[in-house]
Structures are given as structure tokens and as C-alpha cells.
């Protein structure tokens, strides 16, 4: 395999501002459903991008699990190292693959911390292993083996056994409150088209703008 004659060509339908839904959540809504409609697997699946205080980045794989006026909504550990990236910097990048489509939609914004309310109404909606799980790992500390990792899961299997697992304190949301979002669609001979909304800063209104590929 040559890694680098990979190729692709996108011969797909333009992509311009006149086709763009009136706000940047409601135009992510629909490419997400088209992604599901075309099969894409996880097609809420993100790349959610952190910095610490060293300014070093990194990233990883999360779940999208809210999209409206407000921002977009993770769940995961409030412990965990993104966690801690995201609280020291208050500022994130998502960005949704859509291959299959050619597509891309890139996130860019301030965080907070969802209400409880919210992270507890998507908690009951879990599987039950799930929650366990949630219970038994301490999201991104070194573990000696995978042993205490099984030990861990049937210890707090059997501490809520015949009730309702509760929310774990250290789990919850974070929503990303967009500054900016990029839609990114491919075409032919790598002039893809790019269109992305802009919150501006001082009117608080929402500007598109196009973007050379
Ligand atoms: C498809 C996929 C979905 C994932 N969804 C989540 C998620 O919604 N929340 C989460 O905390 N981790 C999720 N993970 C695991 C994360 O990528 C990551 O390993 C974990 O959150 C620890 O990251 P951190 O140590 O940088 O905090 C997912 C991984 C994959 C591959």
C-alpha cells in the first residue's frame, strides 16, 4: 500500500451559500441526519480538539449527543484529562468526519458545563452497563491491568444492585458554544467548497463567509 498515491476525486453538487440552512445548528442538524440516512457509522462521532495550559493540543473521539441554539453536547469523566484541558482553557474544536460524504463540519467555541438536569435526563437514557461503566473507570488515570479494571466493574455491579445507578459526581456534560462553524464539502480537482458561519463578537450576530480551499 502507498500511503501517498491514496487518492480520491469528489465529483459532488456544488455547495454554496444560497444552500445553507439560515443557521449554522440547523444546517449541522441536517448534514448529521444525511450522514445517518447515508449509513455513515457514528455519524455523531467528533474529534474533539483540547489544549492544556502548555499550550500542547490534543485530541480524541467523542459522541455528539445535543445540537441546538446553544451548542453542541458531549458527555464524558469531569476528571479526565479532556476535562481538565477543557476547564484550564475554556475553548474547544470539534470536527465531524463525514468521508463517506465528503464532508466535514468543524466546530470552533467557548465551553461550559451542561446543567445537571441536562446530563441527568441523558444519563437515564444509558444503557445500565454503561452507567456502571461510568462508575468503574477513572477516565484517563493509569491502571495496572485490565484485572482491576473488571474488578472495578462487578465491585459497583454489585453496589447498586436492585437500584438505579445514579449519576456518578464526577461525570457530566460540556457544551461547546460555537464561534465559529465550518461545512467543508468536497469537489472535483480539490476546489471544495467551504462555508463558515461567524458569531460577530460585538453585534453577537451570525455572518457566512467562503473560505478557499
Ligand atoms: C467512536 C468513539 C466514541 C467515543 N465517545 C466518547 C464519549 O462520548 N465520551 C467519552 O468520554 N469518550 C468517548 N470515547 C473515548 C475517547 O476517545 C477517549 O479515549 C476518552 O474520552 C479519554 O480521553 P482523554 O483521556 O483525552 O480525556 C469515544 C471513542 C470512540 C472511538
Redesign the pocket.
Known amino acids: 500500500m502507498q500511503i501517498a498515491t491514496m487518492r480520491v476525486q469528489y465529483p459532488l453538487e456544488p455547495f454554496d451559500v444560497d444552500s445553507l440552512a439560515p443557521t449554522w445548528h440547523e444546517q449541522l442538524a441536517a448534514w448529521l441526519a444525511e450522514a445517518d440516512a447515508a449509513g455513515v457509522v457514528?455519524p455523531n462521532?467528533m474529534v474533539?480538539a483540547?489544549a492544556g495550559d502548555d499550550g500542547r493540543p490534543?485530541s480524541?473521539?467523542?459522541?455528539c449527543?445535543g445540537i441546538d441554539e446553544r451548542g453542541i453536547v458531549?458527555?464524558?469523566?469531569y476528571t479526565?484529562?479532556?476535562?481538565?484541558?477543557l476547564r484550564a482553557l475554556r475553548y474547544a474544536s470539534a470536527t465531524f468526519p463525514w468521508y463517506e460524504l465528503h464532508r466535514q463540519a468543524h466546530v470552533r467555541g467557548t465551553v461550559s458545563l451542561a446543567h445537571p438536569a441536562e446530563t441527568e435526563a441523558y444519563w437515564r437514557s444509558r444503557p445500565r452497563g454503561s452507567q456502571l461503566g461510568a462508575w468503574a473507570s477513572a477516565?484517563?488515570t493509569i491502571v495496572p491491568d485490565r484485572r482491576t479494571l473488571d474488578d472495578a466493574l462487578e465491585a459497583v455491579t454489585r453496589r447498586f444492585e436492585g437500584q438505579d445507578v445514579p449519576v456518578p459526581p464526577h461525570w457530566g456534560g460540556w457544551r461547546i458554544e460555537p464561534e465559529q462553524v465550518e461545512f467543508w464539502q468536497g469537489r472535483r480537482d480539490r476546489m471544495h467548497d467551504r462555508l463558515r458561519f461567524e458569531l460577530d463578537e460585538l453585534d453577537r450576530t451570525w455572518r457566512v463567509r467562503r473560505l478557499a480551499p
Open positions: 457514528e462521532a474533539l483540547t490534543s480524541r473521539t467523542v459522541l449527543k458531549l458527555f464524558t469523566n479526565s484529562a479532556k476535562s481538565r484541558e477516565q484517563s
